[in-house]
């Protein structure tokens, strides 16, 4: 699976838009984009995927470049209950399922 | 459904002890994972289950891990004997396939500390 690189740490205020970035730049033509994250003391949850179309369900939005080599994770109005750390892990369409690659994620702190 | 269920949800041992992580997968799901994480390497997955068998255990450490699920509904992951560099937050996740489009469930996890 493709490496990907994310800021260590991010700011947001309550109320306003978290955008997470992820850079991908070795991503392959059958790897699709995944976004979990994790709150504290807690198992990582699923938030999005995507392949090369935008996506949006009921937790955030998936902006992925038109070249896929990189993507932005987006919660529209961030609330403190989104502190977490976020992890972005590309995949490939195989039968490896969720065998996921975890990296070190971006830290986001959502405040007041 | 009540999620993926691991049981204990803390576990404090001597070093040396055998120790036994369980784990209850979500009803119908047919993927089974285990996971640790540490301070010092994240996230790593340790061994994979599709249908019961063991598909990619590539991850797990060494011969002190074991793994097993013997039915569709419960899997467990033992370490014999312990040391304190198993001390780590273990995590089970179960999806409904393997193929891409089906997300991971994990549950709370198991906090071990080996003493």
């Known amino acids: 699976d493709a490496k990907t690189t994310q800021p260590p740490s991010m700011d947001c205020a309550e109320g306003r838009a978290a955008n997470l970035p992820c850079n991908h730049s070795?991503?392959?033509?059958?790897?699709?984009v995944y976004w979990y994250r994790q709150i504290h003391s807690q198992g990582p949850q699923y938030i999005i995927h995507?392949?090369?179309n935008n996506e949006t369900n009921e937790m955030a939005s998936l902006i992925i470049t038109e070249d896929r080599k990189s993507s932005t994770l987006i919660l529209p109005h961030a609330t403190l209950r989104d502190t977490a750390v976020y992890y972005c892990?590309?995949?490939?369409?195989?039968?490896?399922?969720?065998?996921?690659?975890f990296g070190g994620g971006t830290r986001l702190m959502v405040k007041p | 459904d009540a999620g993926v269920i691991q049981s204990p949800r803390h576990e404090v041992t001597e070093m040396g002890q055998e120790v036994t992580l369980r784990c209850k997968p979500i009803?119908?799901?047919?993927?089974l994972f285990w996971y640790r994480q540490t301070m010092m390497r994240g996230l790593e997955l340790l061994i994979y289950?599709?249908?019961?068998?063991?598909?990619?255990d590539s991850g797990m450490p060494e011969d002190r891990f074991s793994a097993k699920m013997p039915n569709a509904s419960f899997s467990t992951l033992k370490i014999q004997p312990s040391e304190p560099r198993d001390s780590a937050v273990y995590f089970c996740?179960?999806?409904?396939?393997?193929?891409?489009?089906?997300?991971?469930?994990f549950g709370q996890g198991t906090r071990l500390t080996v003493v």
């Open positions: 995507g392949l090369k």
């Open positions: 892990i590309v995949r490939v369409a195989s039968n490896a399922g969720n065998m996921l690659t």
């Open positions: 289950f599709n249908n019961n068998v063991p598909i990619d």
């Open positions: 009803s119908g799901h047919n993927s």
């Open positions: 996740a179960s999806s409904t396939g393997h193929a891409v489009g089906t997300e991971a469930f």
């Open positions: 070795t991503i392959s033509g059958n790897e699709y």
